[in-house]
């Protein structure tokens, strides 16, 4: 055992926490706080020491409501207050937004909601994603909670891009640690024949910024290789061929299973998970089962990347950070 290890279980010894991994890389069960009392400052530190750890920590059973879900996520950091949100969200919490509201985008656009995904997703990596990629301050973290689960569908599944990318060889390594990439919004999306509203709504509120392809974590120093299927447009400096083949190489590497967890929600279930080094996968196997599905998410305020060289991502269009 390492001493570093030593601490952290008498850490948790001291907090009355226990943090037990789920997966190799990825995920662990936190159990021993009641988040709706409010954690005290020792067990702060331990579930923020698991989160930088294991990347997303799961909790079971609590009695969140939402001034419990805004107060234990400002324990961590500072609360984003989204620009726009739909009906479901509660019009009394601005940090809170409810993931009912997704449901209602299709139907502005002229579509079903099913059509919306299939032309967002129509690839087998296109859905994993960090929240708001495409702006130059993506969030820090999220704070997930489940209301109400189907009986069965609907899991989620994490990415460690830590570990992505400490399993790439080191020729490619020393290659990707000197590039950028556009993270842009609506990329890939499949346009509907003829007018297509949703194209309309991306071209005039467009948000897209140059990230670089592997970010340095700002708390633990890791080199995290900074992909994803939704956002990434083009890597800079190279082809759209080159791009697009060295995308799909990073992208494969980056949802391996070996780097990943799935976590299968109760109601009171809660997920916290590190934005900076991990893409999520939302599950598309429980529309057709006709469950209601209904979360609520918190996200703290985050800081632009940083590359290997040093340099901070740029803003494009549509984004400043700090500004929402």
Known sequence: MTTDSRTTD??????????????????????????????DDAQVAVIRAAVLRWKVVFFRGQRLDHAGHVA??????????????????????????TTADRLELGG???????????RRRHTLLRGWHCDHGARVD????????????PPYGGDTTWSNLAAAYAGLSAPVKAFVDGLRAEHRLGVGYQPRPGDDAYVRHLLDHQ?????PL???????????????????????????????ALLDMLLEQAVRPEY?????????????????????????????????????????????????????SRPVVGTEAGRW
């Open 260 to 312: 990943t967890v799935r976590f299968r929600w109760e109601p009171g279930s809660v997920a916290f998970w590190d934005n900076r080094a991990t893409i999520h996968l939302a599950p598309a196997d429980n529309a057709h089962l006709g469950f209601p599905r209904t979360m609520h998410r918190v996200m703290l305020t985050g800081d632009v990347p940083v590359g290997v060289d040093g340099r901070p």
């Open 72 to 97: 234990f996520a400002r324990r961590f950091g500072e609360p984003v207050v989204p620009g726009r949100r739909g009906g479901a969200s509660p019009p009394d919490f601005p940090e809170i937004e």
């Open 138 to 149: 993506p969030p820090a973290a999220t704070i997930l909670r489940a209301e109400t689960v």
């Open 207 to 211: 948000v897209a910024s140059v990230h």
């Open 108 to 118: 502005r656009f002229g579509m079903e909601h099913q059509e919306w995904l299939e």
């Open 10 to 39: 008498e850490a948790m010894r001291r907090a009355g926490v226990a943090v037990t991994p789920v997966a190799g890389h990825i995920g662990a069960e936190i159990e021993g706080v009641d988040l709706a009392a409010g954690p």
């Open 214 to 244: 592997v970010r340095v974590h700002p708390e633990t120093g890791e080199r995290v290789l900074y992909v994803n299927g939704y956002y990434v447009e083009q890597i800079a400096g190279v082809s759209r061929a080159e791009s697009r």
